[in-house]
């Protein structure tokens, strides 16, 4: 089993570009999550789905957008990157199982 | 919304000694979670333990729900415990949305 994997592991964007970053698990989890953290900070949750086709808002969703179409992927689209958006990117599946992260700078 | 509060911020021990981290939530929880991120941000599930108590070879929580509070005990720490050790709750709409501590922020030195 992989557990939770992530793409990619670093991205520089630039502002007002776009990208996606990937999320895909084995354990056929049904729910999945999206967090983002800031240096020194907790996680704050984006979004999150229950199941394939079911997606919902997160404490901070604004300028993000996922989809759920199977229950393996949960990918998290970044609309007109913003400097603000310069984080950690986590996945994860229920129980508590992490993705190894994504590190995105926007400039 | 509930918030999470962690104490202390951060913690330097010398290895083999004993810590005791505190998480303190202002309402009502039935999902309560610890974790810790290593230095290299790979973020590990420890204990999930709305109420209490539970060991794990060298570690041990306690959550007391009634008092609104939760116990990260470490004993003979190792440098390899270093990182930071955060809490998460259970949202009181829904328990399987976390929120978030800001972590303790612990250095075991050799």
């Known amino acids: 089993n992989a557990g939770v994997t992530q793409t990619p592991k670093f991205r520089i964007l630039k502002i007002g570009q776009s990208m996606t970053l990937q999320c895909t698990q084995d354990?056929?989890?049904?729910?999945m999550y999206w967090y983002r953290q800031d240096p020194g900070m907790g996680l704050k949750l984006i979004y999150y789905s229950v199941g394939a086709g079911i997606t919902d808002k997160g404490e901070v969703p604004n300028g993000y957008n996922v989809s759920r179409s199977t229950t393996e992927d949960f990918p998290l689209r970044l609309e007109l990157a913003a400097p603000s958006q310069t984080s950690v990117y986590f996945c994860a599946t229920d129980l508590g199982y992490f993705g190894p992260g994504t590190r995105l700078t926007v400039t | 919304g509930i918030q999470v509060e962690q104490s202390p911020p951060d913690l330097i021990l010398q290895e083999g000694a004993n810590s005791t981290l505190r998480c303190n939530f202002s309402d009502s929880v039935n999902n309560l979670q610890w974790f810790h991120q290593n230095p290299w941000g790979q973020l590990i599930n420890l204990f999930y333990i709305p109420s209490g108590t539970k060991q794990n070879g060298r570690l041990s929580a306690t959550t007391v729900a009634t008092e609104r509070y939760s116990l990260l005990y470490i004993s003979s720490s190792q440098t390899t415990d270093s990182g930071v050790y955060f809490c998460a709750v259970g949202d009181a709409g829904n328990n399987r949305k976390l929120i978030w501590g800001l972590g303790t922020s612990l250095a075991v030195n050799p």
């Open positions: 354990m056929n989890h049904n729910y």
